[in-house]
């Protein structure tokens, strides 16, 4: 562990590690709020064209990145927010024609080469460079202090946008906020864990720490010390194991997934039952019907399809 | 009355379309202070899109929009206005607590500072009034149709509106959760706070109705007093005026 540490690219690598480990899930639980757990995802794809435009102008694919991937969140945001019938197909040609793009461009380029989209593609955090630690520092911090800063704001225009627009939020500069800061994460985690897997430490830390909150603050806070293990965890077994980074972090946050998904449902008979021990009503139905199937009635079970206004 | 004189809301021949289709073709409505007003009509006539125009949702291709006598352009008193949309679920894609959810009914009145203890008050008053001060940690995911509607109602309250603005509030709601809504809206009727509810039928809510618009077609068919006539016994709910021997009165419970 000492040894590891003594490295100075490793230090680089760990630091980045915890800086797109807190940056990812906060992002991306508000895009997982609005059921587009796969935006970040799309914007990967597009950021393959900002890497390619890097390569040949011969500039930084990451400030390129995030250009591309900036212009490419703010389309997204204006095809959604327009609600557009069409707007998955929309959607979709940008995904495939920034994906395209990128590997044409970088093809065309003079660093073409075996592996030069590659470490882009899977990520390759045990090369970031003193400079490129700065730029994920910078623009982490912003990130956070939106994400975290704004946290009842977005909490809002994510879980409902009209009723935000009745409370006077801005509710489109928001949006477009949201969508910018989705798009700067997508190319702060490209070194660590690559753009084709960018979404997965968007989505699965905040999936996986949902599996045992109810509270939405709860559900944040968890996620995020939930990224940064995972994110230190992967890069510390890829470099034992020697293995990738990307990969290890990812099925590494999984795994966690998987385990949470598991002991989720005792728990929630646990506290059930703590709350019905405190004489919050019986255990069982005490009243039989005849003909019925007894525990299978409930005081209070109309569900939001059932229109009991109408019930005869 | 502590109100200024201009109507909560005027709309004036307004005009609007949704995905091309024309649904509003010239609807006038005024809510005046202190009044409740039913808008009624059957699926597809624009009641949704009338409400969702008066909160701005839906834009107007013509007509003006006034909210307490400012043209919507310019109007910012936000926190003046509690809506109520037509609720599919109060829950997203992350666990929500029902605190959680009826703080956001508190943005207009904090803004970018932070959650104080009156901003903490007023929801457990807002809770309190709907009967959910007790689930208030709970995960609304978790809670039934009713209770769900109860909590979005809160989530308008918590703000002390003068305009209370509700999309079918009676739409899926078990018939506690009703008792709980009409006896909420009579009080914010105390109050002296303006309501504009969308209904389906008018069912146990009519004693509190000052006014009805019925819409058809995106047009006016009907505004006066709530009086069971001109094409009303059309919609569902009015079996009370003409029964049939088929149909069972609905509950009453106002």
């Known amino acids: ?312 | 009355m502590t109100h200024p004189i201009p109507p909560a809301v005027r709309l004036r021949d307004a005009v609007a379309s949704r995905g091309g289709r024309p649904v509003l073709r010239g609807v006038d409505l005024t809510v005046r202070p202190g009044e409740v007003v039913a808008l009624l009509g059957a699926n597809g006539s624009g009641k949704s899109t009338t409400v969702k125009a008066v909160i701005g949702s839906v834009p107007l291709e013509q007509g003006t929009l006034e909210l307490f006598g400012t043209p919507y352009g310019s109007f910012r008193a936000w926190h003046r206005i509690g809506y109520v949309p037509q609720r599919t679920t109060a829950a997203s894609g992350v666990p929500a607590t029902v605190r959680e959810v009826v703080s956001t009914g508190r943005l207009a009145q904090h803004r970018l500072l932070p959650f104080r203890r009156r901003d903490r008050a007023a929801v457990d008053g807002a809770l309190a009034a709907v009967g959910m001060l007790d689930r208030a940690g709970d995960g609304v995911a978790d809670l039934s149709g009713g209770q769900q509607q109860r909590v979005l109602i809160a989530r308008a309250l918590v703000g002390t509106p003068d305009l209370l603005i509700m999309d079918e509030p009676m739409a899926g709601v078990d018939a506690a959760s009703q008792q709980v809504l009409a006896d909420t809206l009579r009080a914010e009727v105390g109050r002296g706070a303006s309501v504009l509810l969308v209904l389906h039928e008018l069912g146990p809510l009519e004693p509190l109705i000052d006014r009805a618009v019925v819409l058809r077609d995106g047009c006016v068919a009907h505004d006066g007093p709530p009086v069971p006539n001109t094409g009303l016994h059309a919609l569902p709910g009015h079996d009370h005026v003409h029964p049939h021997a088929d149909l069972t009165p609905p509950r009453l419970l106002a």
């Not at chain 1, 690559?194 to 830390?205: D, I, K, N, Q, T």
Request: charged residues 10%; proline residues 4%; aromatic residues 6%.
């Open chain 1, 1 to 312: 562990m000492t040894e590891m540490l003594s490295y100075d690219f490793m230090q680089r690598a760990l630091l980045a590690a915890v800086l797109v480990g807190i940056t990812a899930p906060a992002v991306g639980i508000y895009l997982v709020q609005r059921r587009q757990a796969l935006m970040g995802d799309g914007m990967g794809h597009v950021a393959m064209t900002g890497v390619g435009l890097g390569f040949i102008f011969q500039t930084s694919p990451v400030w390129m990145a995030v250009l591309v991937c900036v212009l490419g969140a703010v389309t997204m945001e204006l095809v959604r927010s327009r609600g557009n019938q069409r707007g998955d197909i929309a959607l979709a040609m940008l995904f495939y024609g920034g994906m395209a793009c990128g590997k044409l461009l970088v093809s065309m380029s003079a660093q073409a080469g075996a592996g030069s989209l590659e470490s882009y593609l899977w990520g390759s955090i045990l090369t970031v460079a003193p400079a490129d630690l700065a730029t994920i520092a910078v623009l982490g911090a912003v990130v956070i202090a939106v994400t975290v800063g704004l946290r009842r704001q977005l909490f809002a225009i994510c879980q409902d946008e009209d009723f935000a627009r009745v409370t006077g939020v801005p509710v489109r500069t928001l949006n477009l906020l949201l969508a910018v800061m989705a798009a700067v994460t997508v190319t702060v985690a490209m070194r660590v864990v690559g753009l084709l897997l960018v979404s997965a430490l968007m989505v699965v830390p905040v999936v996986a720490a949902q599996q045992l909150t109810r509270s939405f603050a709860a559900t944040q806070a968890a996620s995020i010390a939930l990224g940064v293990v995972v994110a230190l965890a992967g890069v510390t077994g890829s470099y034992q194991l020697n293995v990738p980074s990307g990969p290890a972090i990812v099925l590494l946050a999984i795994a966690v997934f998987a385990v949470f998904s598991a002991i989720a449902a005792p728990l929630a008979r646990r506290r059930h039952r703590r709350r019905d021990d405190a004489g919050q009503g019986p255990q069982v139905c005490d009243v039989r019907l005849p003909g019925q199937d007894p525990g299978k009635s409930s005081s209070d079970a109309t569900t939001p399809e059932r229109r009991a206004g109408l019930a005869q």
